[in-house]
């Protein structure tokens, strides 16, 4: 049974309301974290009752359009820079210290952007199965660095973000066919990785040839959560979260690739990181590993000082791999004195 320290909070600005949870000594040092698509703050659960204990300040907010936190009606309101001024908002209330801040999938974006942009409000950033690209998070950034001995260009043009650009054409179909069972889509997109896909091309790639994430079927095939990754009761949140609201803020994300890329230009010093930076991979993820290929090369070029760990699971590694995350974290920040 989950541990009840954690608690719901609500802070609002004339432009925005984000729902947060926290944990661990107001007084002690500052630790983010930063969920990625589809997910809430709850996500984080193991590593923030961790971190608490061992003294730090834990925080993680919904995301915009996701959980709790307001979702604005317009998809150009999922801009990343919309984004972290979310989080720009919410670290002048916390108090203004610089902070940790952990983030994974689309919150590794957000934490990278605040890092280049908002370099007094980070200490440090851990990235956790999204690389950090200075340039943006946008197809004709992540196109060029696919692997083209697993994804022949003639056969998959866009490698494994051919999911990526099913929602920049077909995105009422990709929104629907994930709202048509959201506990079942959200079941079957939280699973454990393999093995057996290393090599092998992700389903990923095949989403506009099969007409959609769940092809011709239009819906999630009925499939049971995996406690081993969500806790039932953060499961049920999370599933409320999702039916209350529908995927349609949540998939907006994928939408503003553009205005992402003109936001990642403007940042200082070309993008450039100069805060201690921790990436974690996983060895099983099939779109965002970095071991074998090219994808990690932009990341290290933009770092000054990066550590890169792997660990042997798939894209949700902060729920796969719970306790040892949270044990990298804890050896990288003691042996850069954070």
């Known amino acids: 049974m989950p541990s009840s320290t954690l608690v719901s909070r609500t802070f609002s600005t004339p432009r925005q309301t984000t729902h947060y949870i926290e944990c661990g000594p107001a007084d002690g040092p500052l630790m983010i974290f930063l969920h990625g698509w589809p997910s809430i703050g709850l996500m ?75 370099p007094k409000r980070c200490r440090g950033v851990v990235l956790i199965s999204w690389a950090y690209f200075p340039d943006g998070n946008a197809l004709p950034t992540l196109v060029p660095l696919v692997d083209r001995t697993i994804y022949p260009a003639d056969r998959y043009p866009d490698g494994q973000w051919d999911y990526y650009r099913y929602y920049t054409t077909h995105f009422e179909s990709a929104v629907a066919d994930l709202d048509a069972d959201a506990e079942a889509s959200l079941a079957s997109i939280f699973r454990s990785g393999s093995p057996a896909t290393v090599g092998e091309v992700s389903p990923s790639a095949k989403v506009t ?51 992402n890329t003109a936001y990642a230009r403007e940042a200082p010093n070309g993008g450039r990181l100069s805060q201690p930076v921790l990436f974690v991979n996983g060895d099983f993820d099939q779109i965002c590993s970095i071991n074998g290929n090219r994808q990690g090369d932009p990341m290290r070029a933009a770092c000054r000082d990066l550590t890169v760990a792997s660990m042997t699971c798939g894209h949700w590694l902060p729920l796969e791999r719970k306790e040892e995350l949270i044990q990298v974290i804890r050896r990288w920040l003691q042996s850069k004195k954070l």
Request: with cysteine.
């Open 44 to 118: 984080w659960r193991a590593q923030m009752d961790a971190f608490a204990a061992d003294g730090w300040h834990c925080i993680a907010p919904d995301l915009r359009g996701f959980g709790s936190s307001f979702a604005p009606a317009a998809n150009d309101a999922y801009t990343i820079e919309e984004i972290v001024a979310d989080m720009a908002e919410l670290h002048d209330h916390l108090g203004r210290r610089a902070a940790i801040w952990v983030g994974h999938d689309w919150g590794s974006i957000v934490a990278g952007a605040l890092a280049a942009h908002e």
């Open 209 to 259: 040839r099969n007409g959609g994430r769940f092809g011709a079927a239009h819906r999630a095939p009925p499939t049971r959560s995996d406690p081993a990754l969500w806790p039932p009761v953060d499961f049920e949140e999370l599933v409320h979260a999702f039916k209350l609201r529908g995927f349609l803020p949540t998939c907006a994300l994928y939408l503003n690739g553009d205005a």
